[in-house]
């Protein structure tokens, strides 16, 4: 695949995927409108980037440890 097809269908997936989970993330967070991410203020958000950062930290060495786990079969 061409790098410039790639970054096609990343992008048309990530359209997809990002607006079902931020509306979800509504739901969840927000059902009434009185919350959100426009009346966080900015050290509230970037504490739920940190939160975010340190899912994503465990979700990448999990497959870390996958991937040399199986070389090592």
């Known amino acids: 695949m061409r790098d410039e097809d ?17 509306l979800k993330g509504i739901l969840e ?10 009346r966080m203020h900015l050290l509230q958000k970037i ?5 975010e950062v340190i899912d994503l930290w465990f979700y990448l060495y999990a497959m870390e440890q996958d991937i040399c786990s199986r070389r090592r079969d």
């Open 6 to 22: 790639l970054m096609e269908d990343a992008l048309t997936k990530f359209q997809s995927e990002a607006k079902s989970k931020f």
């Open 29 to 38: 967070h927000n059902p009434n409108g009185d919350k959100g991410l426009s």
């Open 47 to 51: 504490d739920a980037c940190k939160e």
